[in-house]
């Protein structure tokens, strides 16, 4: 190996290491080590790498037989498949994908994307026990040289899966540096142990007996492009929507405004896909949910489907007024409706 591949390797494993002592050290140990040595022990193993990367190249120039290199793998392997393992149990014991009941009750729209992922994952003990036990299984197998190989392909999924909620769901620093660099790993042994079946990936096989093999890859091309022309999108008013915040509400001329926030009073119009309308009075609890028709000269039927005491209508007329505003005016339940919509 040259010396810049060893000083890689080196690297690698001094994260590897030092982001799983951390993680697993902060959250078992941290009522017996302070935090803060915990964190400096952490950073230790990245200022021993570049010494064992001298010592490394130094014994090979003089021509002496040693097995760093087994070692530092073996290592990178024992806590890859530490963590993979501890993160396994973490799920069968609902160690991880907690969050408070009272939040699940608040509007979805209120959540950060880590929350969201936690919510989903939440929900399904059945799912998370599946994706525990394959990295139990990844974990065993990740130890072992000689199924260090098999181990790492079903790992390698599940941490790209993990990376990318990670980056794209705005997950905290530590928790990304955690999966990139496990990621990495799980790379690393892919390539050392199986580079020699590389080659077979892209071995041209004979398709001779195939019939017609035009046509296959044709029809792969043609029919997603039909469905595709086929298909009315399903926002016929992308210019309407959006979320709007009522301004102005008079129902039948007398003005209405929440003087606090718990004030049953219309307070949002979601003009949305499909057609779909939904007014919210101050609560999630409290809503119509439709469908809404637009005529040309802005004449708009909303039809309600929920909920089933409220079912009815809204006619009136829905206008521009200004930048990102509506003026709808119109009547339901009886009484006249007249508001200002302010896109958010």
């Known amino acids: 190996m040259k010396f810049l591949q060893k000083l890689l390797l080196c690297l690698l494993s001094a994260f590897v290491v030092g982001l799983v002592f951390r993680r697993l050290a902060s959250k078992y140990a941290a009522d017996i080590i302070p935090v803060d040595f915990i964190y400096l022990a952490a950073y230790l193993p990245l200022l021993i790498a570049p010494v ?3 010592i490394w190249y130094s014994r090979e120039r003089r021509g002496l037989a040693n097995a760093i290199k087994i070692w530092i793998m073996q290592i990178i392997a024992f806590f890859l498949a530490l963590d993979l393992a501890m993160f396994g ?3 069968l014991q609902k160690l991880q994908m907690l969050i408070p009941l ?27 026990s599946i994706i525990a036990l394959l990295q139990i299984i990844a974990a065993a197998l990740i130890l072992f040289k000689r199924t260090r190989l098999l181990g790492s392909l079903i790992a390698l999924p599940m941490l790209v ?152 209508t809204f006619k009136g007329i829905l206008r521009p007024n200004g930048a990102h505003q509506l003026k709808l005016d119109g009547k339901m339940d009886g009484k006249r409706y007249q508001m200002i919509l302010m896109k958010e």
């Open 52 to 54: 064992v990367v001298f």
């Open 161 to 312: 899966f993990i990376t990318l909620l990670d980056i794209f769901y705005a997950m905290p620093l530590g928790v990304l540096a955690q999966g990139i660099v496990l990621l990495a790993a799980v790379i690393y042994f892919i390539v050392a142990e199986g580079g020699h079946l590389f080659p077979l990936l892209f071995k041209c096989s004979d398709n001779s007996s195939i019939p017609v093999k035009w046509l296959w890859p044709a029809l792969f091309v043609v029919i997603p492009i039909l469905c595709a022309f086929h298909l009315q999108h399903p926002n016929r008013h992308p210019e309407l929507t959006g979320k709007y915040r009522v301004e102005n509400l008079k129902i039948d001329n007398v003005p209405y405004k929440a003087r606090f926030s718990t004030d049953s009073i219309l307070s949002h119009v979601y003009l949305d896909i499909a057609d779909e309308v939904v007014f919210s009075w101050n609560d999630y609890r409290r809503i119509r949910i439709g469908q809404y028709k637009l005529g040309k000269n802005g004449d708009i039927h909303m039809q309600w489907r929920y909920p089933a005491s409220g079912i009815g």
């Open 89 to 91: 149990l973490q799920k």
């Open 102 to 128: 009272g939040m699940l009750d608040s509007p979805f729209s209120s959540f950060s994307g880590y929350n969201l992922v936690w919510a989903f994952f939440h929900f399904s003990y059945g799912f998370t």
